[in-house]
């Protein structure tokens, strides 16, 4: 059970826009930066947006992050099939232990 | 462009201590600039941190995981280990060790070693 709460499923149709949720607490989203990796399949995490909101080179910009108090948001618009991969939402505690949350599945339908 | 290489035993019998090795390109780890995390996902399931090393020698851990593991580093051959004692079939996933410029950026990933604990 990670401390980070993500829905373990999302879904959208090429071209739509899909929100993935990260909640936490004061003491790990409320006081942390938060990070989003993209996983596919049968590979190793990749940083997709670091600090909340920032983009590592490379990344398109479909892919946005944000955070409002203890909850943090990942929005890909224009999804894409090569979209498909699990996502998975990162934050340090009060002890600067990274947390990761438990990951989100997003089917391209 | 860095790269790291995760090396190691494929197969840990229970109760045995596991050991990996991860092996760094293009950058050094006695710069002081990054930190070097041990990070794990057992099959069908989330990402878990292990814990973190830096140049100075200076060590964080997951607290459910503190007391089986020691993360070391040999600046001398650019890398850095991990030992996790006493493991359990619950300790079987692929172990990937990455970089962080900063607490929670990872942004280099080794490719992952599997490591599956059974007698």
């Known amino acids: 059970q990670s401390v980070l709460t993500q829905p373990p499923s999302a879904s959208g149709t090429p071209g739509q826009r899909v929100t993935i949720s990260c909640s936490g607490s004061?003491?790990?989203?409320?006081?942390?930066?938060v990070n989003w990796y993209q996983q596919l399949p049968g590979t190793a995490p990749k940083l997709l947006i670091y600090s909340v909101s920032q983009r590592p080179s490379g990344v398109p910009d479909r892919f946005s992050g944000s955070k409002s108090g203890t909850s943090a948001s990942l929005a890909i618009s224009g999804l894409q099939s090569e979209d498909e991969a699990d996502y998975y939402c990162?934050?340090?505690?009060?002890?600067?232990?990274?947390?990761f949350g438990g990951g989100t599945k997003l089917t391209v339908l | 462009q860095v790269q790291l290489q995760e090396s190691g035993p494929g197969l840990v019998r229970p109760s045995q201590t596991l050991s990996l090795t991860c092996t760094v390109s293009?950058?050094?780890?006695?710069?002081?600039?990054?930190?070097w995390s041990w990070i794990r996902q057992p099959a069908g399931k989330g990402l878990e941190w292990i814990g973190r090393i830096y140049t100075s020698g200076g060590t964080n851990y997951n607290p459910s995981l503190k007391s089986r593991v020691t993360i070391s580093v040999d600046t001398s051959k650019n890398q850095f280990s991990l030992k996790m004692s006493s493991v359990t079939a619950a300790d079987t996933a692929v172990y990937y060790c990455a970089r962080s410029p900063s607490w929670l950026k990872f942004d280099s990933w080794g490719q992952g070693a599997l490591v599956t604990v059974s007698s």
């Open positions: 293009g950058d050094s780890i006695s710069s002081g600039s990054s930190y």
């Open positions: 990162a934050a340090w505690d009060d002890s600067l232990n990274v947390l």
């Open positions: 004061r003491s790990n989203i409320g006081g942390s930066a």
